[in-house]
């Protein structure tokens, strides 16, 4: 399902909803009605460089930004 209105693309794998990984269903939907650049929404904050502000704090020694 497409909505380009609000940039939602969903699929009946579901990978994105259990995994947080948007399926190649999805991505070959994207690239088929001319998505340039994937939705910031899909892009969570788990995957990013972003995520190593919320490590547990027994894993915070391998910040490679912690003192
Ligand atoms: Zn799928």
Redesign the pocket.
Known sequence: MVDRESDTYS???A?FEHMGIL????LKVMVHVGVCRIPSHYILKRWSRDARDVLPDHLKCYQKDSD
């Open positions: 699929c009946e794998c990978m399926c190649r269903h999805a």
